[in-house]
């Protein structure tokens, strides 16, 4: 079945640092996938999103590119806030489900110090 | 702020005792989703209902049932509490109902706590 796969957290950067969070993924067909950043004590955030092959999703600075060949969807920041530490969550959704579902990966921490 | 409200915010309640949850989706979308996050499982997708029918299961205990009803708001009810269905419990929307990769906005989410 469709699975997502993150890097294990929490990541611990200083302000201003370069961020990468690494996402893979597994699944027949051409999902899509989408990135969810989650706050202390609040829902999930759709951040971005990309809906096919090659395409790049951009928001508040950052950035997933849908690299088939690797079926990866890393999330970078090129330069990361203390406001940007948050659970960040990699997820799909496929034609195998009929697109009625998300897949997310586990989460990864972020924790982002002055 | 999503547009997709859920209540109660908060529950706490007792094993074997039976809770309801409640989810008013954004103003327009048909489809309503209903995820759990728990530690030990992650996010999961328990159900979607479109326009007031069941459209897709997921991993959705026999214990647990939900309905959408005509005015589009949905309900997850969850009977025969376990300590082990403590969880926060997410209601997510989207406008259509799973022929293309509609964008699911999520609510805030319902913190229950089974003792």
């Known amino acids: 079945g469709d699975s997502v796969t993150q890097m294990e957290g929490p990541v611990t950067l200083s302000e201003e640092a370069f961020l990468t969070i690494n996402c893979t993924y597994t699944a027949t067909g051409y999902p899509s996938l989408f990135w969810y950043v989650q706050y202390p004590g609040e829902g999930l955030q759709l951040l971005l999103k990309a809906t096919k092959a090659d395409d790049k999703g951009s928001n508040k600075g950052f950035e997933a590119t849908y690299r088939k060949e690797t079926t990866s969807f890393h999330l970078e920041k090129g330069s990361v806030q203390v406001s940007d530490s948050a659970v960040y969550f990699c997820?799909?959704?496929?034609?195998?489900?009929?697109?009625?579902?998300?897949?997310f990966g586990t989460g990864t921490r972020l924790l982002v110090s002055p | 702020d999503s547009g997709v409200t859920q209540t109660p915010k908060h529950l706490i309640t007792a094993t074997g005792q039976r809770v309801t949850l409640r989810c008013s989706p954004r103003s327009g979308d048909l489809s309503v989703y209903w995820y759990q996050q728990s530690l030990d499982q992650g996010l999961q997708f328990l159900i979607q209902?479109?326009?007031?029918?069941?459209?897709a299961k997921g991993n959705i205990l026999e214990r647990f049932s939900a309905q959408q009803f005509p005015d589009l708001h949905s309900e997850l009810n969850l009977s025969s509490l376990e300590l082990g269905d403590s969880a926060l419990y997410f209601c997510a929307s989207s406008v259509g109902g799973g022929t293309a990769p509609y964008e699911q906005y999520f609510g805030p989410g319902t913190r229950l706590t089974v003792t």
């Open positions: 997820a799909l959704s496929s034609m195998n489900t009929g697109f009625q579902k998300l897949v």
């Open positions: 209902y479109y326009n007031g029918e069941e459209r």
